[in-house]
């Protein structure tokens, strides 16, 4: 079974903390994403990567980076975290395009004071 | 660009009714479809997909559903729900060369005993 963890499930940080979000997967997934989840608005894509060392920005980049320095691991990085980012956020991997679908982790649900 | 359309936000119904979950999406080239269910407090779920071929797919937990081409509708069906089934549904679309998805905006279903 592919298995997508995220290194927490609650955070709560204070107006301009720098914040790490991570994720790894282990099936060798050369795709992974970034989503925040709000309510009546789905999931929105933050940034996506394709391969180490490569990124691309999704719908809503403003305010995020990210990292992927080894093929198994993604992370989110809010520089100053604003009281607008506090959201549920998503990552998911998945093989390259096609009919291949993504897998999700469990979450992280952000709280920032 | 894509753009994914679930029509109804909110779906009560009572358990063993039967339910369908509307889905439209916009694009006149080759699309992956998904359904994917988040349980409260989780990551999403894969419940189905359509690839291409037969026009009704069946997922896990007892859910279908039916692509139209010509209505660019993936609506999803199930003939009798659980209280079980209570949680978000996310219709997505992958155009055939992109490596990421288009989500809706989510319909909550909740069944009621």
């Known amino acids: 079974d592919v298995k997508v963890t995220q290194s927490s499930r609650y955070l709560v940080k204070r107006t301009g903390e720098k914040v790490f979000l991570e994720c790894v997967q282990d099936?060798?997934?050369?795709?992974m994403f970034w989503y925040r989840q709000d309510p009546g608005l789905g999931l929105r894509l933050i940034y996506f990567s394709y391969d180490v060392k490569m990124k691309e920005k999704g719908d809503i980049p403003e305010g995020y980076s990210v990292s992927r320095e080894k093929k198994e691991r993604f992370s989110l990085i809010l520089e100053s975290a604003s009281t607008n980012q506090t959201s549920m956020y998503l990552c998911a991997s998945s093989l390259p395009s096609g009919p291949n679908e993504q897998f999700f982790g469990p979450g992280t649900r952000l709280t920032v004071l | 660009a894509q753009s994914v359309t679930q029509l109804d936000s909110q779906v009560p119904v009572f358990e063993e009714a039967p339910v369908e979950l509307r889905c439209n999406y916009s694009?006149?080239?080759?699309?992956?479809l998904f359904w994917y269910v988040q349980y409260p407090n989780q990551g999403l779920q894969l419940l189905l997909k359509y690839l291409s071929g037969s026009t009704l797919v069946k997922g896990i937990n007892g859910f279908e559903a039916e692509f139209n081409k010509s209505q660019t509708s993936f609506h999803l069906r199930k003939p009798s729900v659980h209280i079980s089934d209570t949680a978000e549904y996310f219709c997505?679309?992958?155009?055939?060369?992109?490596?990421?998805?288009?989500f809706g905006s989510g319909t909550q279903l909740t069944v009621l005993p």
């Open positions: 694009s006149s080239v080759s699309v992956y």
């Open positions: 099936m060798d997934h050369e795709n």
């Open positions: 997505a679309v992958r155009r055939g060369s992109a490596r990421q998805l288009t």
